[in-house]
């Protein structure tokens, strides 16, 4: 079994639907959790950066952390066709340690216009 | 350049043969990271330079890839012998480091695709 675990997809939905993608997790020490994306055949870029339990928003992104049951969410409002990429959880116990980055395998959104 | 710069950006190669990737990270990044991404995964680390050395070479799956980065930025994956399970696309990254020793922030290249036949 992986440490982190990422339903593949692909997820379509209809241009503005609400979008929830989820990772779930074994390893206790993950602290620091973040969404990244990746764009077809491009590099993954950070998109949400949070520590421990709780919620965090920006524009039309939440990201969601629930340690005690090991599962971390993203949410999209207001999808949009640009929208449509890879999106990759990722974990580390420490601080923006970069060597200890743990992805998940990444789920694959579309958004219909 | 404005970001990671990674060339070539594809590589077909034989079995057996060698193969060199390099990396350009953003001016003034003292942090640099390889990764690999196989089809329909996350990516993995291999290696993270501080400075010019290797501060965790520990996901370096074996003594056929090597990596350096002589003069602290421009930075090569060398792969020797390689085989049908290296081809994948080699991400590289760069952050910069605070003053306890702490990286940011990592931004990623394109990426190296590299298929070996």
């Known amino acids: 079994q992986k440490e982190v675990e990422q339903d593949p997809g692909p997820l379509s939905v209809p241009e503005g639907a609400i979008v929830s993608l989820n990772c779930t997790y074994s390893?206790?020490?993950?602290?620091?959790f973040m969404w990244y994306r990746q764009y077809s055949r491009k590099g993954p870029e950070l998109l949400m950066y949070?520590?421990?339990?709780g919620n965090k928003e920006d524009g039309r992104f939440t990201a969601q952390v629930d340690k005690s049951s090991k599962y971390i969410s993203l949410f999209i409002r207001d999808s949009q066709p640009s929208d449509s990429a890879t999106y990759l959880c990722?974990?580390?116990?420490?601080?923006?340690?970069?060597?200890?980055?743990?992805f998940g395998g990444g789920t694959r959104l579309m958004v219909k216009p | 350049g404005a970001g990671v710069s990674q060339t070539p950006s594809n590589k077909v190669t034989e079995k057996g043969k060698y193969v060199e990737l390099r990396c350009d990270p953003i001016s003034g990044h003292t942090a640099l990271y390889w990764y690999r991404q196989s089809l329909g995964q996350g990516p993995e680390f291999l290696i993270y330079f501080q400075g010019t050395g290797a501060a965790d070479d520990s996901g370096l799956p074996n003594d056929r890839f090597f990596a350096v980065r002589p003069e602290g930025s421009v930075s090569t994956l060398k792969i020797q012998r390689t085989e049908r399970g290296d081809s994948a696309v080699y991400l590289c990254?760069?952050?910069?480091?605070?003053?306890?020793?702490?990286?940011?922030?990592?931004?990623f290249g394109e990426g190296s695709r590299l298929t070996v036949l």
């Open positions: 949070t520590y421990s339990s």
């Open positions: 990254a760069s952050s910069l480091t605070g003053p306890l020793g702490d990286t940011g922030e990592l931004f």
């Open positions: 990722a974990m580390s116990p420490n601080n923006n340690a970069g060597n200890m980055l743990t």
């Open positions: 390893n206790s020490a993950f602290q620091y």
